[in-house]
């Protein structure tokens, strides 16, 4: 079965930092990966979609890269509203299944 | 404006049943696959099930199959999920969500419902 890896589980970073999020599939996945922003207490949101589509209305600060089995999230310049946890999801058609990673907290350092 | 609303969560037995319910609103549902995730407290999002359009496809987690099941109403703009024998690591937050239209061999979510609480105790 196919495993998401997210790295780090947590960061500590500060406003306008830029921050780069892992996601390691065990096997190829070609760009069928999405990345979530979840904040305390929220639903997920979709940022990216395709590995590297960006979700409309979604702020340009976040990109996506990587295709294959080595993923990442790009923040561009970190904002206040950026602290949450981010999630890679991928889809496999057959067998059909879903999975997540494990998450990646990014707090205020 | 897109609304996903579940309900139905509650406080059960380990072995207990349970149906939650998912309600739909500005979009139309019956064009669209839907899904059940959810999220056990203070971990990550672990998918659980998906329905066709149609509801001739179901797909499940291992770790529900055959304790749990999927269904919806079309005409009630609803999206259904039983569950049955439940276990104490079934708690958990139980999202519904909306396939994000893009292609089809692609599986994202677009929507998400506030989500309803499931807590397996005895």
Excluded at chain 2, 65 to 70: A, D, L, Q, V
């Amino acid at each position: 079965a196919i495993q998401l890896t997210q790295s780090p589980s947590s960061l500590s970073a500060s406003v306008g930092d830029r921050v780069t999020i892992t996601c390691r599939a065990n096997q190829g996945i070609n760009n069928v990966l999405a990345w979530y922003q979840q904040k305390p207490g929220k639903v997920p949101k979709l940022l990216i979609y395709d590995a590297s589509s960006l979700e409309s209305g979604v702020p340009s600060r976040f990109s996506g890269s990587g295709s294959g089995t080595d993923f990442t999230l790009t923040i561009s310049s970190l904002q206040p509203e950026d602290f949450a946890a981010y999630y890679c999801q991928h889809f496999n058609g057959y067998p059909h299944f879903l999975t997540f990673g494990g998450g990646t907290k990014v707090e205020i350092k | 404006e897109v609304q996903l609303v579940e309900s139905g969560g509650g406080l059960v037995q380990p072995g207990g049943s349970l149906r939650l319910s998912c309600a739909g609103s500005g979009f139309t549902f019956s064009d669209y696959w839907m899904t059940w995730v959810r999220q056990a407290p203070g971990k990550g999002l672990e998918w659980v099930a998906n329905i066709k359009q149609d509801g001739s496809e179901k797909y499940f987690v291992d770790s529900v199959k055959g304790r749990f099941t999927i269904s919806r109403d079309n005409a009630k703009n609803s999206l259904f999920l039983h569950l049955n024998s439940l276990r104490a690591e079934d708690t958990a937050v139980y999202y519904c969500a909306r396939k994000h239209p893009v292609a089809a061999r692609r599986y994202y979510f677009d929507y998400w419902g506030q989500g309803t609480l499931v807590a397996v105790s005895s």
